[in-house]
């Protein structure tokens, strides 16, 4: 059985996301959420809906944060795709003995949430996944009164 529940979302690095926003409102019919800012990642995204598939768009906001970098090394176009599994640790274990590695892990400040809901997550690195980042990522309900309460990291 395997740990991973579904594709969560594809992200996409662009340079602007208010150029990229209307070519998927205009062509797929997409329906954006609001734009949060992660200023310790340097990023602005834009979470959006086409049918029943989510996907964001990611935006530098600094020239040292890791979108500007692979921008400048990439140009624009995929970044991540997030699978999303019930148990992060669970998820790590098992894909580590399967024979994968995990290069860097990260969970948010208590009470940092994003479109309400609380987040850990672990990447592998794209020169072990073909040319791809992914990113895997639990996803808690946030408490009732909290949502989007991005603790300091900035909003848009």
């Given at each position: 059985?395997?740990?991973?529940?579904?594709?969560?979302?594809?992200?996409?690095?662009?340079?602007?996301?208010?150029?990229?926003?209307?070519?998927?409102?205009?062509?797929?019919?997409?329906?954006?959420?609001?734009?949060?800012?992660?200023?310790?990642?340097?990023?602005?995204?834009?979470?959006?809906?086409?049918?029943?598939?989510?996907?964001?768009?990611?935006?530098?906001?600094?020239?040292?944060?890791?979108?500007?970098?692979?921008?400048?090394?990439?140009?624009?176009?995929?970044?991540?795709?997030?699978?999303?599994?019930?148990?992060?640790?669970?998820?790590?274990?098992?894909?580590?003995a399967r024979g994968g590695r995990i290069y860097y892990r990260h969970t948010y400040a208590p009470g940092v949430t994003f479109e309400g809901y609380v987040w850990r997550e672990a990447f592998v690195h794209p020169k072990e996944a073909f040319g791809?980042?992914?990113?895997?990522?639990?996803?808690?309900?946030?408490?009732?009164?909290?949502?989007?309460?991005?603790?300091?990291?900035?909003?848009?």
């Amino acid at each position: 059985m395997g740990f991973v529940k579904r594709i969560e979302r594809v992200a996409l690095a662009v340079e602007s996301i208010e150029a990229a926003r209307p070519f998927f409102e205009q062509l797929f019919g997409a329906v954006f959420h609001p734009i949060e800012v992660i200023e310790e990642m340097g990023i602005r995204y834009a979470p959006f809906d086409i049918g029943e598939s989510r996907m964001e768009l990611l935006e530098a906001t600094r020239p040292d944060s890791p979108v500007a970098r692979f921008l400048e090394q990439r140009g624009q176009g995929v970044h991540h795709i997030t699978f999303e599994v019930d148990d992060l640790d669970a998820a790590i274990a098992e894909f580590e003995a399967r024979g994968g590695r995990i290069y860097y892990r990260h969970t948010y400040a208590p009470g940092v949430t994003f479109e309400g809901y609380v987040w850990r997550e672990a990447f592998v690195h794209p020169k072990e996944a073909f040319g791809v980042l992914i990113h895997l990522a639990e996803k808690k309900r946030a408490p009732l009164g909290v949502r989007n309460d991005l603790a300091g990291l900035g909003n848009a």
